[in-house]
């Protein structure tokens, strides 16, 4: 195996560049992997140009990526070398108190599930390592392609919890704020768990028109005048039971509050990448006695979520292709999609790297 690996790094806040490191080590439980598609993030661009988990030197991007198992350590069960995988971009301890919890993707403290380009090198290296593999990697199906099998990692997961978070029921009414790719999963995600009436807040018509196909049954867009006035135009006044946060800032939940109705819940898996308090409306609120229920969390890790969200994949329940908008080839290209990520061009839904077929 090789000595010293190239990877796309956080040099410091702001910069990104091309970095040669010492390979990453195999532990008795681990594995190391060779990335065969990855996909930037929003997330990477909150980390480097924003500064959202402090400073980081010379830390390999990337969370976002299914490859091919390279080395297994002597405990790891259930993979070899050569098999195909999904990767989650979030890793937990699972022999951990917080993952007896219930809570697996907060082992070790607040966040500490998330360990690609959060604490240790990510997935834009040409090998990374995963912790506790044969509860952390999953086979990846040969049906689905490596560029869709990537959304897998990240933005289904996400984007799904948004929904679930919220609670969603049959016949609910959702609304969907933000609708970039978690977005428009969490968008899918209500509709498979069977709302009826979802409301996707967005402006960019590709992201509307796959918002459509992914099951909203209504655009709401900002440019058009007040969010919280047009959900409530929608919905003859009574809000919505249900919102999920995929976008936004520190301000967002305010209109959240202002549009759901009391016993709702909102459910957020948005990334505040900047600010220093998130507000709440008194009045609308009900003075903190509303019964509007907030509910946030860091996606859900592992092997068995990513099987199962591979099986809805498989079975052709949920199509991923609409997400991917920019396609591409080679592992050098992982910086230009990286800053298209950034400069987020208007027909921008998700760009991906296909590595290695």
């Given amino acids: 195996m090789k000595k010293t690996i190239k990877g796309l790094a956080m040099k410091r806040i702001g910069e990104i560049g091309w970095v040669e490191k010492e390979a990453p080590k195999c532990g008795p439980l681990d594995a190391i992997v060779a990335p065969l598609a990855v996909a930037p993030c929003s997330s990477d661009v909150h980390t480097v140009w924003e500064g959202a988990l402090g400073e980081r030197h010379d830390m390999i991007l990337g969370h976002e990526a299914v490859g091919e198992v390279v080395e297994v350590g002597s405990m790891v069960k259930d993979f070899k070398p050569g098999d195909r995988v999904i990767v989650p971009a979030i890793t937990p301890d699972w022999l951990s108190i917080e993952a007896q919890d219930g809570f697996a993707q907060h082992s070790g403290g607040m966040l500490s599930g998330w360990k690609f380009s959060n604490f240790k090198d990510g997935v834009f290296g040409e090998l990374f390592h995963v912790n506790e593999a044969d509860a952390n990697l999953a086979i990846l199906p040969d049906s689905i ?108 939940m305010q209109e ?5 109705k009391p016993g709702g819940i909102i459910g957020n898996v948005n990334y505040l990448g900047k600010g220093e308090f998130v507000t709440i409306p008194r009045i609308e609120w009900g003075c903190g006695m509303s019964n509007k229920f907030i509910h946030c969390g860091l996606m859900t890790g592992g092997r068995l979520r990513m099987e199962k969200l591979a099986s809805l994949v498989e079975v052709g329940k949920l199509d991923l292709s609409p997400l991917l908008t920019h396609r591409f080839k080679g592992f050098d290209k992982i910086e230009e999609a990286l800053l298209l990520m950034k400069d987020k061009p208007s027909d921008l839904i998700k760009p991906v790297v296909t590595i290695k077929e």
Avoid: W
């Fill in 145 to 252: 392609p490596v560029a869709e099998a990537s959304m897998i990692a990240d933005m289904v997961p996400t984007g799904f919890q948004a929904a679930e978070l919220a609670d969603v029921k049959l016949g609910d009414t959702v609304c969907c704020i933000g609708i970039g790719p978690v977005g428009l999963m969490a968008v899918a995600g209500a509709n498979h768990m069977g709302a009826s009436h979802i409301l996707a807040v967005g402006s960019r018509k590709d992201c509307a028109n796959a918002a459509r196909g992914y099951g909203a049954t209504d655009i709401i867009n900002y440019k058009n005048g007040d969010i919280v006035e047009q959900v409530l135009d929608k919905t003859d006044g009574k809000g919505v039971d249900k919102v999920c946060i995929a976008g936004g800032d520190v301000n967002t």
């Fill in 256 to 260: 959240a509050i202002k549009m759901v």
